[in-house]
């Protein structure tokens, strides 16, 4: 069993910077895949960034340019970087994990993000 414990949340005005951080304990063997994702009031959780050790990282649109996502592998812990950022990233931000090439899903308890106009 995997857990996952983000922190780095909060309120920042629009074009500020906020970092995540999301650290793995537990069983935490074959994890290929650490993400993250967000869910906004009223819409589907969707997927934001997300990193693999073959692959590399993969970012959804609307964030392109804007957010970077890193993994420090001997921590067991991946970042998010988050700047420019805008009242419509506002969400809940939630770690993902994958281990075994996706056989096991692990999700952390999430972190509130909240950008002001």
């Known amino acids: 069993q995997v857990q996952l414990v983000e922190s780095g949340g909060g309120l920042v005005q629009a074009g500020g910077s906020l970092r995540l951080s999301c650290a793995a304990s537990?069983?935490?063997?074959?994890?290929?895949?650490m993400g993250w994702y967000r869910q906004a009031p009223g819409k589907q959780r969707e997927l934001v960034a997300q990193i693999t050790r073959t692959v590399g990282a993969h970012y959804a649109d609307s964030v392109k340019g804007r957010f970077t996502i890193s993994r420090d592998n001997p921590r067991n812990t991946v970042y998010l970087q988050m700047n420019s950022l805008e009242p419509e990233d506002t969400g809940v931000y939630y770690c993902n994990a994958k281990q075994f090439g996706g056989v096991y899903v692990y999700w952390g308890q999430g972190t509130q993000v909240t950008v002001s106009s």
């Open positions: 537990g069983g935490i063997v074959e994890i290929s895949t």
